[in-house]
Every structure is written in structure tokens, then in C-alpha cells.
């Protein structure tokens, strides 16, 4: 699962007061926020890659039969390796996430400390664009880590003595549907990304059209 679309929040501002105006509060902001989530971006790399191996394992998987059980259930406890390491690397994400999200009552406080209608209008439309996209990152990490339970309940069955083969196909097909769940999240996910990048450009072209 790819979930990567990487919002470049730095602005570089050419006008210097000592007192910051509104634009650049926000661009400040957004700065500190595109900050926190460096543990976020720095995960996906090592997260892709470790989903390419545990699926590459998987099909390896599915070609062995019960009689080759030694070799399956080493398969099997390294899949559930790499799947334990894919959580960690999720949590690690969700961490940086979350402390950037946080970061967003600042944007709050600038809306509720800002006087200009036009410039409380475009923040609030900010604001409104972050928390969209930190809310379907939520969703998409529920349904992410509901797909990785489910396909630790399949690891498990392949090794049992007692699974029979429909049991199997079953829970394969469950997985393949949660899949699919997760493919749509990602891919809203991305959608609210670009959303969000097209709305911090509106945003800072009308401060610059206000002046």
C-alpha cells in the first residue's frame, strides 16, 4: 500500500517586519506542521518495500502444500515478521501524524485572533482542508490495520493442522475485499492531499493579492 502524496507546506517569504502578519503566522504554521511529519515520510520507503516481500512470500505461500509444512511455516513466521514490522512503521507514521495535527489549534487561535473577514475566510478554508485530510488518514490507518489482521488470521490458518481448504479460500477472499477498502482510503487519501496543496495556493495568492 502506497500511502505517499508529500504536501510541501515551506513557503519562503520575501517581505520582514517586526511584527508578522497574518500570511506569515500561517506560513509559519504550516511549516511547523510539514516538520512533524518528517517521521511520517521518512517511513514510507521501508514500508512499501516491506509490503513488496510479505506479498512476495504470500504467493510463495500459496504454491506450497501441507506435506512441505517446514518449509510453509517458516514462510509463515517470517510473513508474520515482516507484518509485525509493517505496524511498527505504521505507528510511527500515525505518531508523526498525530503531532502534526495538533499543531493545527494554532491555526485556531490565529482564526479566532484574526480581525480581516477575508483573512479569517481563507484560514478557516485551511483549516477546514487539514482536518479533512487527518481525518481520512484515520480512516485509512483503521482499515490498514484491520487488512493486517485479517492476514494474520490467514498465516495462522495455512499452518493449522486442522484448516480445511474452504476455511482457507474464504479468508483469502476476505482479505482481497479488505484490500480493496484500503486501496479506496488510499487513494482518498491522496485526493485530500492534493486538495489540500490547491487550497494552501489559493490561500497565500489571495494574501498576496490583498497587499
Known amino acids: ?26 506560513s509559519n504554521i504550516l511549516t511547523e506542521i510539514y516538520n512533524s511529519e518528517s517521521d511520517y515520510r521518512d517511513v514510507q520507503l521501508e514500508l512499501s518495500e516491506t509490503e513488496k516481500k510479505e506479498q512476495a512470500n504470500f504467493q510463495s505461500m500459496m504454491e506450497l502444500t501441507k506435506d512441505q509444512k517446514e518449509k510453509l511455516t517458516k514462510q509463515v513466521e517470517e510473513n508474520a515478521n515482516l507484518l509485525e514490522k509493517r505496524l511498527e512503521l505504521v505507528k510511527k507514521e500515525s505518531a508523526s501524524i498525530k503531532k ?26 485551511m483549516e477546514e482542508a487539514l482536518k479533512n485530510r487527518y481525518a481520512a488518514y484515520d480512516a485509512l490507518t ?26 482457507i479460500q474464504d479468508k483469502v477472499a476476505e482479505v482481497n475485499e479488505q484490500n480493496e477498502v484500503v486501496q479506496k482510503a488510499v487513494e482518498k487519501f491522496n485526493e485530500l492531499t492534493t486538495q489540500l496543496n490547491q487550497v494552501k495556493e489559493k490561500v497565500f495568492a489571495s494574501f498576496e493579492e490583498d497587499k
Do not use: H
Not at 500511502?3 to 503566522?25: G, Q
Not at 485479517?150 to 476455511?167: C, G, P, R
Open 100 to 125: 502534526a495535527s495538533e499543531k493545527m489549534v494554532d491555526i485556531d487561535t490565529l482564526i479566532s485572533n484574526t480581525k480581516d473577514d477575508s483573512e479569517k475566510d481563507n484560514l478557516k478554508k
Open 1 to 26: 500500500m502506497k500511502y505517499i502524496v508529500t504536501v510541501s507546506l515551506v513557503l519562503l517569504l520575501s517581505a520582514c517586519s517586526f511584527r508578522e502578519n497574518t500570511e506569515e503566522k500561517l
Open 142 to 167: 483503521e482499515q490498514y490495520n484491520n487488512l493486517a489482521n485479517l492476514q494474520d488470521e490467514l498465516y495462522n490458518m495455512l499452518i493449522e493442522e486442522d484448516s480445511e481448504v474452504k476455511t
